[in-house]
């Protein structure tokens, strides 16, 4: 039997399902067109979405395409069981992301925003955990993401951490152009062979590094020129500057 033969959806999730399904990627291109052309065959209007009888008998007809052994049947099978398993894992409308190991503040998202990533992830990288929580393992599996189940109001909250957070690392970078733009030659991303100090948005901290397109001779001017130095000067006496990674040699400076 064809794993897609074994594809069993609860009746209200079948549009949410083809919906999911025709979001994914294929390495298989022609997927997504046996998908639209299996809609176009129940739905004759392109301009209308099926409803839920009709995607049942979407369905149903890629099911068969699936069992059936044609071009691309095991990859599309995989893809309606990933789907398939992320509807089974999703049940709750917010989730709190944390990222493991941690890095940054936590973040939420939205039932739906979930669905499609776990689907997208496949059932070999989504785990379900503890309380509802999913954990989604990075495609090296060297970090992670857990997604815990919160309520409306946590998730209003967090939200407003985050932006928050957001604004704040915009003060303190506009703050920073302007402390070293006098002093220092700011990096110019518009130009093949432009270098200078970059001054970047990392999640909710500032960092400010050495850029060079294609010199990279020029990073001595941040090393043994002083650059850095003069930058962690500069930005001492307005803002708490840190090094990168703890490292009196660190490529970059943190605000």
């Given at each position: ?6 594809v069993v959806l609860?009746g ?7 919906r999911?399904?025709r979001?994914r990627?294929f390495?298989?291109g022609y997927?997504?067109q ?5 809609v176009?065959?129940v739905?004759?209007?392109q ?7 009709e ?5 149903q ?7 059936n ?10 893809a309606?069981l ?6 089974n894992l ?23 925003q979930?669905l499609?990533?776990?689907?997208e ?14 954990v989604v393992?990075?495609?090296d599996?060297e970090?992670s993401?857990v ?14 951490a985050?932006r928050?957070a957001?604004?704040?690392?915009i003060r303190?970078?506009?703050?920073a152009?302007?402390?070293l ?15 200078g100090v970059?001054v ?7 960092s400010?590094?050495?850029w ?5 001779e020029?990073?001595?001017l ?5 650059v850095?130095?003069l930058?962690?000067a500069?930005l ?6 840190s090094?990168?990674d703890?490292?009196?040699h ?6």
């Amino acid at each position: 039997m064809s794993e897609a033969s074994a594809v069993v959806l609860a009746g209200a999730s079948k549009r949410t399902a083809l919906r999911l399904l025709r979001r994914r990627s294929f390495s298989a291109g022609y997927l997504p067109q046996v998908i639209d052309l299996a809609v176009r065959e129940v739905v004759r209007s392109q301009f209308d979405e099926p409803d839920e009888r009709e995607a049942a008998l979407v369905h149903q007809r890629l099911a068969r395409y699936a069992a059936n052994g044609r071009p691309g049947s095991a990859q599309l099978a995989r893809a309606m069981l990933d789907v398939k398993h992320a509807l089974n894992l999703v049940r709750h409308e917010h989730y709190r992301a944390s990222a493991v190991p941690e890095g940054g503040l936590d973040t939420t998202v939205s039932a739906e925003q979930l669905l499609e990533l776990v689907a997208e992830a496949g059932r070999d990288r989504v785990l379900a955990a503890q309380g509802g929580a999913l954990v989604v393992l990075a495609e090296d599996e060297e970090a992670s993401t857990v997604y815990r189940p919160v309520s409306a109001a946590q998730a209003k909250a967090l939200r407003q951490a985050a932006r928050s957070a957001k604004e704040e690392a915009i003060r303190l970078y506009e703050g920073a152009v302007e402390v070293l733009r006098p002093h220092v030659r700011l990096a110019d991303w518009s130009r093949d062979d432009g270098y200078g100090v970059a001054v970047d948005v990392i999640r909710d901290e500032v960092s400010v590094q050495w850029w060079s397109a294609a010199l990279p001779e020029f990073l001595a001017l941040w090393e043994q020129g002083g650059v850095r130095q003069l930058c962690a000067a500069l930005l001492s006496d307005r803002f708490t500057v840190s090094e990168g990674d703890g490292s009196p040699h660190a490529p970059a400076l943190r605000i």
